[in-house]
Every structure is written in structure tokens, then in C-alpha cells.
């Protein structure tokens, strides 16, 4: 079992910048990869960015391409997200997850994780 629990969430203006951390326990992060999703209100869940085991490989949504940072210390098991240049769009609650073995596709990740936190709200003012 693995326990995630999201933090760093909160309200803040169009423009600022958030970042949100997820806290591993139960298992070594190092062995999975990890991704971020959200969740507006009325909206399905959608992928945010990913992050391969080694740190290395990553993937943003276009949405956030440009504005969000994806990373991870595995010697901490920690997973942040760097989010910069909010926008009111980004309003969500916002999940890590994290899975042994991903989807072949992105568009598959919200069907194929093995953990998710509870969440963490960001809620961007305009």
C-alpha cells in the first residue's frame, strides 16, 4: 500500500504562483512513476504532467506547457508541482497518483494508476 497526501493548495490571484507537494509513504516513490491530474468542478478528471521514475522523462499537458513544473525527490519521497502564471482556467482540485507500470498514452493515465491523495484546491481568482 501506498499512502499519497497532496499539500500546498490555496487562493490566490491570477498571475501568482503555487506549489503543491505530494507525500509518499508505504513503498520507496523511486519505483513508480508519477502523475498529476485535476478536477473542475462540473469537469472530468484530466492529466496535468507526468513524471518518470528517474526524474528524468516528463510530460506536461499544453495547457500548462510553459507554466508548470513538474519534479520529484525520491530521497525525500516527494513529488511537487511547480505551478507559475495561474490563470482562472486552472481552478481545480489537484491529485498525485502514482502507478508501477503507466499507460501507453497519456489520454490512458487516469484509468491506469495504481495510488491517488485526496487532493489538494487551487482556486485562482481573476
Known amino acids: 500500500q501506498v499512502q499519497l497526501v497532496e499539500s500546498g493548495g490555496g487562493l490566490v490571484q491570477a498571475g501568482d504562483s503555487l506549489r503543491l507537494s505530494c507525500a509518499a509513504s508505504?513503498?520507496?516513490?523511486?519505483?513508480?512513476?508519477m502523475v498529476w491530474f485535476r478536477q473542475a468542478p462540473g469537469k472530468e478528471r484530466e492529466f496535468v504532467a507526468v513524471?518518470?521514475?528517474?526524474?528524468?522523462?516528463?510530460y506536461m499537458a499544453e495547457s500548462v506547457q510553459g507554466r508548470f513544473t513538474i519534479s520529484r525527490d525520491n530521497t525525500k519521497n516527494m513529488g511537487y508541482l511547480q505551478m507559475d502564471s495561474l490563470m482562472p482556467q486552472d481552478t481545480a482540485v489537484y491529485y498525485c497518483?502514482?502507478?508501477?507500470?503507466?499507460?501507453?498514452?497519456?489520454?490512458?493515465?487516469?484509468?491506469?494508476?495504481?495510488?491517488w491523495g485526496k487532493g489538494t484546491l487551487v482556486n485562482v481568482s481573476s
Open positions: 508505504g513503498r520507496p516513490l523511486r519505483t513508480f512513476d
Open positions: 497518483a502514482v502507478a508501477l507500470l503507466l499507460p501507453g498514452y497519456w489520454r490512458e493515465y487516469v484509468y491506469g494508476m495504481d495510488y
Open positions: 513524471i518518470r521514475k528517474n526524474g528524468i522523462g516528463t
